[in-house]
């Protein structure tokens, strides 16, 4: 989970307790109080400035400080009564170029006249075109903080991406054309840097891994699985890929990562689904099939999400029920296990994709609330396609039967109702894959995210 570092900032030249004509101070001490507590019970860690800005001076002055801090995600501007859009808007101008996320927060009341503050301001954005959120809403309202800290976390987000670096091992896998990447593209749009590996190195590496270092992986693993770890030649292999891939992602500063798996490492090594499993289990987002737009939905779920995401194939939708399925080939972070599908071992088990087989996980994923999302291109055009989704885990009684609808029982399944116009998702969907995320929340951040970065959003 992000914890957004954001700076709250209070502004107004009725200040330092200037009263109105009937006594009551301009600024309402009380309510910046109650604001700032009602942002940290939100989960956003504040930087407060200690000075009400009112002139051009002490507007500069705040945000030459706030540029030199590399890791502040956003700025809330909250209206303390009303000010002289000019002697801000300049520095905060000049701030806004460092790409970090702002909000202009008001509280309703006609005392102090913290309304035509806040206004002043947002007219004041939407004259120079700078990108802002704009809250009229007291601390009280839970919709109003949320609305805050979306924006806050989607900043947050944004600003983790850049001067990231995203590795690629292989080339494209399974003549994929929805998944590849332009470097230069995502450079001007997340400051995301592609770097390339030959998968030679990752067979090499895999084979140096020692006696030590499997067994000290073994013990890393075991207690996510409610059986023991295969003791033969093809676990072996599979756990050496992980570590393997674990080492080269930290030896080159990889911040996440897509493999091609097939066709290449799963003929010559090892199929690369036990390796994806245990990569998203730490925390390293991650894609297969060299699929660079799952790779960054996968990453933003991860760091934004609830739970580990699973990312895998929308296997079959019921359009009467709203049911889809997510079933991926062998890949899913184990602690997505349910109660009725506890994460056991398999095999790949499909040897036109991998004739070196390898483990996989088995597994039905928890129940939860979340959302299926995936980036894409339209037209060379990045969008995003995200609807809000519940997870459910089908009776006991049925969950063998309702596996085996698909013909590979063992693959991991995850069970989904999907809360939108399915027609309109079907037009919309952008790839075979589909991107689970936990947590309710997502819907709207992502879509601010998508408002930051320059997706468009088709919110369904």
């Known amino acids: 989970m992000l914890t957004p570092k954001v700076a709250f900032i209070v502004y107004g030249v009725h200040k330092d307790g200037l009263q109105d004509p009937l006594g009551t101070p301009f600024i309402d001490e009380n309510i910046i109080a109650a ?82 503050g806040g206004w002043v301001m947002q007219a004041a954005f939407k004259e120079i075109g700078l990108a802002h959120r ?49 470097p230069s593209q995502w450079m001007k749009m997340f400051g995301i840097d592609i770097d390339t590996r030959d998968v030679t190195q990752l067979i090499a590496t895999a084979k140096a891994i020692t006696a030590e270092e499997l067994q000290a992986a073994r013990r890393h693993i075991q207690p996510y699985f409610v059986e023991p770890i295969p003791e033969d030649e093809m676990a072996e292999r599979s756990i050496r890929l992980y570590l393997a891939i674990k080492k080269i992602v930290q030896q080159e500063g990889f911040d996440f990562y897509t493999i091609q798996s097939f066709p290449g490492m799963g003929d010559d090594y090892g199929a690369t689904s036990f390796a994806q499993s245990m990569m998203l289990e730490d925390g390293v987002a991650t894609s297969t099939l060299s699929d660079f737009n799952t790779a960054l939905t996968t990453k933003l779920l991860l760091d934004m999400g609830d739970e580990r995401p699973y990312y895998g194939d929308l296997q079959h939708i019921n359009k009467t029920t709203r049911e889809a399925k997510i079933i991926g080939d062998g890949a899913c972070p184990p602690s997505l296990a349910g109660k009725v599908g506890p994460a056991r071992f398999a095999q790949h088990g499909i040897p036109t994709e991998g004739a070196a087989g390898g483990l996989s996980v088995d597994l039905v994923c928890k129940e939860g609330e979340g959302v299926l999302a995936r ?67 997502l819907y709207e951040e992502l879509q601010d995210f998508c408002a930051l970065t320059g997706i468009q959003a088709i919110a369904l």
């Open 134 to 182: 704009f809250v009229y809403g007291t601390y009280h309202e839970a919709r109003e903080i949320q609305r805050i800290v979306s924006y806050c976390r989607a900043s947050a987000m944004k600003n983790r991406l850049n001067m990231s670096t995203l590795g690629a091992f292989g080339g494209r896998g399974m003549g994929q054309t929805c998944g590849v990447a332009d």
């Open 375 to 441: 980036l894409g291109r339209r037209d060379g055009q990045f969008e995003m396609v995200i609807t809000r989704c519940t997870v459910f885990e089908p009776p006991a009684e049925l969950i063998e039967a309702r596996r085996r609808e698909c013909g590979i029982p063992f693959w991991p399944h995850a069970f989904v109702t999907l809360h939108c116009d399915i027609d309109a998702l079907l037009d919309a969907w952008n790839n075979e894959y589909a991107v689970l995320g936990y947590g309710s929340h």
């Open 35 to 116: 604001a700032k507590q009602a942002l940290r019970t939100a989960g956003l860690e504040l930087v407060e400035y200690p000075v009400v800005l009112a002139t051009k001076q002490e507007a500069r002055a705040c945000f030459a400080q706030l540029k030199k801090m590399d890791d502040l995600d956003a700025v809330v501007l909250f209206s303390g009564t009303w000010v002289w859009a000019a002697h801000l808007i300049g520095a905060v101008r000049d701030f806004a170029m460092s790409g970090r996320g702002i909000v202009i927060w008001t509280v309703p009341g006609s005392q102090g006249w913290r309304p035509v």
